[in-house]
Protein backbone atom coordinates (compact mmCIF):
# COMPACT_ATOMS: atom_id res chain seq x y z
CA UNK A 1 0.00 0.00 0.00
CA UNK A 2 2.90 2.55 0.87
CA UNK A 3 4.37 1.94 -2.61
CA UNK A 4 1.08 2.63 -4.47
CA UNK A 5 0.89 5.78 -2.35
CA UNK A 6 4.38 6.91 -2.71
CA UNK A 7 3.98 5.60 -6.84
CA UNK A 8 0.58 7.97 -7.07
CA UNK A 9 2.49 10.76 -5.24
CA UNK A 10 5.19 11.01 -7.67
CA UNK A 11 3.05 10.57 -10.84
CA UNK A 12 0.95 13.61 -9.15
CA UNK A 13 4.47 15.88 -8.73
CA UNK A 14 5.33 14.59 -12.16
CA UNK A 15 1.69 15.69 -13.50
CA UNK A 16 2.28 19.00 -11.94
CA UNK A 17 5.31 19.33 -12.99
CA UNK A 18 4.59 18.76 -16.96
CA UNK A 19 1.89 21.34 -16.39
CA UNK A 20 4.46 23.79 -16.45
CA UNK A 21 3.76 25.09 -12.82
CA UNK A 22 6.46 22.92 -11.19
CA UNK A 23 4.74 22.31 -7.92
CA UNK A 24 4.67 26.40 -7.16
CA UNK A 25 1.77 28.22 -6.18
CA UNK A 26 0.26 30.05 -9.06
CA UNK A 27 1.39 33.43 -6.35
CA UNK A 28 4.40 34.28 -7.90
CA UNK A 29 5.65 37.14 -5.44
CA UNK A 30 3.86 40.23 -7.28
CA UNK A 31 5.16 38.75 -10.76
CA UNK A 32 3.07 37.65 -13.77
CA UNK A 33 4.23 34.43 -15.73
CA UNK A 34 4.70 35.56 -19.32
CA UNK A 35 1.73 34.77 -22.01
CA UNK A 36 1.67 32.05 -23.73
CA UNK A 37 2.82 32.10 -26.92
CA UNK A 38 -0.06 32.10 -29.15
CA UNK A 39 0.29 29.11 -31.83
CA UNK A 40 1.00 29.88 -35.96
CA UNK A 41 -1.69 31.53 -37.62
CA UNK A 42 -2.67 29.82 -40.83
CA UNK A 43 -3.76 32.23 -42.78
CA UNK A 44 -5.75 31.94 -46.40
CA UNK A 45 -4.36 32.03 -49.80
CA UNK A 46 -6.20 35.36 -49.93
CA UNK A 47 -4.58 37.03 -46.65
CA UNK A 48 -1.31 36.02 -47.84
CA UNK A 49 -1.49 37.83 -50.90
CA UNK A 50 -2.52 40.78 -49.65
CA UNK A 51 -0.01 40.82 -46.85
CA UNK A 52 2.63 40.58 -49.49
CA UNK A 53 0.52 43.02 -51.38
CA UNK A 54 1.95 45.16 -48.99
CA UNK A 55 5.68 44.79 -50.11
CA UNK A 56 7.70 45.92 -52.69
CA UNK A 57 6.90 44.95 -56.49
CA UNK A 58 10.23 42.76 -56.10
CA UNK A 59 8.74 40.37 -53.43
CA UNK A 60 5.23 40.04 -54.84
CA UNK A 61 6.39 37.30 -57.35
CA UNK A 62 7.75 35.43 -54.34
CA UNK A 63 7.30 31.29 -54.19
CA UNK A 64 6.28 31.02 -50.33
CA UNK A 65 6.72 27.10 -51.04
CA UNK A 66 11.10 28.05 -51.39
CA UNK A 67 10.77 30.69 -48.86
CA UNK A 68 9.09 28.67 -46.07
CA UNK A 69 11.92 25.94 -47.04
CA UNK A 70 14.85 28.28 -47.17
CA UNK A 71 13.36 29.85 -44.06
CA UNK A 72 14.13 26.60 -42.32
CA UNK A 73 18.06 27.61 -41.17
CA UNK A 74 16.54 30.95 -39.51
CA UNK A 75 14.42 28.56 -37.48
CA UNK A 76 17.70 27.31 -35.34
CA UNK A 77 17.90 30.90 -33.66
CA UNK A 78 14.46 32.66 -33.99
CA UNK A 79 10.81 31.77 -33.05
CA UNK A 80 8.10 33.74 -35.53
CA UNK A 81 5.24 33.52 -33.44
CA UNK A 82 3.14 35.97 -31.46
CA UNK A 83 4.41 36.02 -28.06
CA UNK A 84 7.23 33.41 -29.03
CA UNK A 85 10.20 33.02 -27.09
CA UNK A 86 13.61 34.71 -27.55
CA UNK A 87 16.57 32.30 -28.36
CA UNK A 88 20.09 32.83 -29.65
CA UNK A 89 18.13 35.57 -31.64
CA UNK A 90 15.51 37.47 -30.91
CA UNK A 91 11.61 36.32 -31.97
CA UNK A 92 10.22 37.85 -35.61
CA UNK A 93 6.88 38.55 -34.23
CA UNK A 94 6.20 41.98 -36.12
CA UNK A 95 9.58 42.71 -37.29
CA UNK A 96 8.43 44.40 -40.04
CA UNK A 97 8.20 48.39 -39.11
CA UNK A 98 10.21 47.41 -36.00
CA UNK A 99 13.27 49.60 -35.10
CA UNK A 100 16.49 47.63 -35.45
CA UNK A 101 17.48 46.64 -31.88
CA UNK A 102 14.23 47.82 -30.03
CA UNK A 103 12.62 44.64 -28.69
CA UNK A 104 13.70 45.29 -25.04
CA UNK A 105 13.21 41.71 -23.94
CA UNK A 106 16.18 40.76 -25.98
CA UNK A 107 20.11 41.90 -25.33
CA UNK A 108 21.03 43.18 -28.70
CA UNK A 109 24.82 43.94 -30.00
CA UNK A 110 25.85 47.90 -29.00
CA UNK A 111 26.08 48.33 -33.04
CA UNK A 112 22.62 46.85 -33.55
CA UNK A 113 20.84 48.85 -30.55
CA UNK A 114 22.49 51.87 -32.37
CA UNK A 115 21.64 50.61 -36.12
CA UNK A 116 19.18 53.35 -36.55
CA UNK A 117 16.95 51.51 -39.27
CA UNK A 118 13.70 50.48 -39.33
CA UNK A 119 12.79 46.90 -40.82
CA UNK A 120 11.63 47.08 -44.08
CA UNK A 121 11.20 43.87 -46.85
CA UNK A 122 14.63 46.04 -48.27
CA UNK A 123 16.53 45.99 -45.25
CA UNK A 124 15.69 42.72 -44.09
CA UNK A 125 16.96 41.30 -47.77
CA UNK A 126 19.97 43.57 -47.61
CA UNK A 127 20.77 41.82 -44.10
CA UNK A 128 19.93 38.30 -44.72
CA UNK A 129 22.54 38.69 -47.94
CA UNK A 130 25.17 39.14 -45.58
CA UNK A 131 24.88 40.53 -42.09
CA UNK A 132 28.47 40.89 -41.29
CA UNK A 133 28.38 43.24 -43.97
CA UNK A 134 25.70 45.65 -43.01
CA UNK A 135 26.79 45.41 -39.15
CA UNK A 136 30.48 44.45 -39.04
CA UNK A 137 30.42 44.01 -34.87
CA UNK A 138 26.60 42.17 -35.18
CA UNK A 139 26.32 38.98 -33.10
CA UNK A 140 24.20 36.77 -35.21
CA UNK A 141 26.76 34.40 -36.62
CA UNK A 142 24.68 33.65 -40.23
CA UNK A 143 26.79 34.14 -43.04
CA UNK A 144 23.94 35.04 -45.30
CA UNK A 145 22.02 33.94 -48.62
CA UNK A 146 24.09 34.78 -51.30
CA UNK A 147 20.52 33.46 -53.78
CA UNK A 148 18.87 37.06 -54.58
CA UNK A 149 15.51 34.32 -55.43
CA UNK A 150 16.02 32.69 -52.37
CA UNK A 151 16.18 36.36 -50.10
CA UNK A 152 12.80 37.00 -52.09
CA UNK A 153 10.97 34.40 -51.29
CA UNK A 154 12.42 34.34 -47.36
CA UNK A 155 11.45 38.08 -47.18
CA UNK A 156 7.75 37.32 -48.30
CA UNK A 157 7.32 34.36 -46.35
CA UNK A 158 8.48 35.97 -43.40
CA UNK A 159 6.22 38.71 -43.82
CA UNK A 160 3.20 36.08 -43.77
CA UNK A 161 4.50 34.76 -40.86
CA UNK A 162 5.30 37.61 -38.64
CA UNK A 163 2.46 39.73 -39.38
CA UNK A 164 -1.47 39.71 -37.82
CA UNK A 165 -3.87 38.65 -40.42
CA UNK A 166 -5.20 41.49 -42.74
Known amino acids: MRAALMSGGIAALLLVVACGNGGQSSSSG ?3 AAPAPSAPVTLTDAQ ?6 QLPATYQAADLSNG ?3 IAIC ?3 HSFNQGGEDMTGPNLWGIFGR ?3 SKTEFSYSDAMKAAGWTWDAD ?3 QWITNPRAVLPSTKMTFVGMP ?3 DRRDVVA ?3 TITSPAP
Open 48 to 53: KKALIA
Open 157 to 159: YLK
Open 68 to 70: EAK
Open 75 to 77: RSC
Open 99 to 101: KAG
Open 123 to 125: RIN
Open 30 to 32: GQT
Open 147 to 149: DPN
